[in-house]
């Protein structure tokens, strides 16, 4: 009953939504360019000037939900991002459909000029965990697509939410990392009983392997595997009229509930892949046998051709696995309580597409509420050509889990 009341506010206080083309999805914010809720209008002008700010520059990537924050990452792709790890309030001014982003813990945490070791450089995907805690990856870059200036070492950062306090920082260590690292995700693996014993995945897109964190020892471990590499066959990309090559590794990865062995499946892909994996965690939290245990490592099998995912969020309710689309402008899923002994087309759904409201869903989630959090960036344009600044660039998407797959072959009934 708490999920529901909870899912019914969160949901009531974006009325002012409207639907898009595709209505299994509702379009709930939206920007031509980002802002921000910087400290005074002083502080802001500084930041245009000194070139701290260059609003052009700020493309939202990743989200995640607690309570009533809606919180919103702009890695610092280009030089000029005000802050990298931001939320919007979802109990107040729902009508206001295009708000400031207001930076998390605070604004001068974000700046690159805050020289101190608990600056936050740039961030790319989030996750909250069942006992209120936000787990980040600060990659430690500026300007990735430009001079791409290591500001720090990346670094692992958890935030208790309840008090907005930094009560873990990890510095990787270097056998954590190859010359080609990039750290754009983290999936935290906890239950409200197991707070102090928890685990993080972290999928490393551009060395091909999955660093393994463990809160209660405080220490990593690098896990290697043949089906962390991308597929060769499946590196080609057209989005939004633009072309394009990626070799991006293992990406995408999500926890099914706790079995009766007091361990998940997780889930996960490269993004340049059709094929979805999965290991038992019992594998990869053994740092001795992680990289050794071939065989435990099972292939799933294919969505199809032109299925490329980015990010993917499972619901342990209903055990659908969803996940973007980027080929397709839209979202798919797959049920794995319903379809677990099959992985193909036939199993899988796009439940939403839309050339223009979803080009280039980047990020997605479901939320404590069984909610579904989408969001579409057009990030190939921001790269390769710029964005028409005139036009609406970035949505925000949500809906019940259940709304979504209702009358799909995701559907559990």
């Not at 071939?294 to 995912?309: D, F, H, I």
């Not at 796009?350 to 909610?371: H, I, M, R, W, Y």
């Not at 259940?402 to 799909?408: S, Y």
């Amino acid at each position: 009953m708490a999920r529901i009341a909870l899912a019914i506010l969160i949901l009531g206080c974006c009325t002012c939504a409207v639907w898009s083309v595709n209505d299994r999805l509702r379009e709930v914010f939206s920007w031509k360019q980002l802002d921000f809720a910087f400290p005074d209008q002083k502080t802001r002008q500084a930041a245009i000037a000194s070139g701290e700010y260059v609003q052009e520059n700020n493309l939202p990537l990743g989200l995640e939900v607690w309570r009533d924050k809606l919180f919103i990452t702009v890695p610092r792709w280009k030089a000029g991002v005000a802050s990298t790890l931001n939320y919007v309030s979802l109990g107040s001014e729902p009508e206001n459909r295009s708000p400031n982003l207001i930076p998390y813990p605070n604004y001068e945490q974000n700046r690159l000029a805050h020289n101190m070791t608990d600056r936050i450089v740039s961030v790319y995907r989030i996750n909250v965990d069942v006992c209120d805690r936000l787990w980040l990856v600060d990659t430690g870059l500026n300007d990735v697509w430009g001079e791409a200036f290591p500001v720090q070492t990346p670094k692992l950062m958890v935030f208790d939410l309840n008090t907005d306090t930094l009560i873990r920082q990890y510095t990787f260590r270097p056998d954590d990392m190859k010359p080609d690292s990039f750290f754009a995700n983290i999936l935290a693996d906890t239950t409200k009983d197991t707070c102090d014993d928890a685990f993080a995945y972290i999928p490393d897109l551009g060395g091909y392997g999955l660093v393994v964190y463990s809160f209660a020892s405080n220490t990593s471990w690098r896990v290697k595997h043949h089906f962390f590499h991308f597929d060769p066959l499946s590196g080609n990309f057209h989005v939004g009229g633009q072309n394009f090559q990626w070799t991006d590794g293992i990406f995408g990865v999500a926890l099914s509930p706790v079995k009766e062995d007091g361990y998940r499946t997780l889930y996960f892909h490269p993004l340049s892949s059709t094929r979805e994996f999965c290991v038992s965690t019992h594998i990869i939290q053994n740092a001795s046998i992680a990289s050794d245990s071939y065989y435990e490592y099972k292939v799933l099998g294919s969505r199809g051709p032109n299925t490329q995912a980015s990010g993917s969020s499972l619901d342990e309710v209903t055990g659908t696995l969803f996940y973007t689309q980027i080929n397709k402008d839209g979202v798919g899923c797959w049920n794995s309580f319903r379809s677990a002994d099959e992985y193909s087309a036939d199993t899988n759904h796009l439940v939403a597409s839309d050339s223009q409201t979803l080009e280039f869903p980047n990020d997605l989630k479901v939320d404590k509420t069984g909610t579904l959090w989408v969001l579409s960036d057009k990030l190939p344009l921001y790269l390769y050509r710029g964005l028409d600044l005139n036009e609406t660039n970035y949505r925000i998407f949500n809906a019940p889990v259940v709304d979504v797959i209702r009358g799909t072959v995701c559907d559990i009934k």
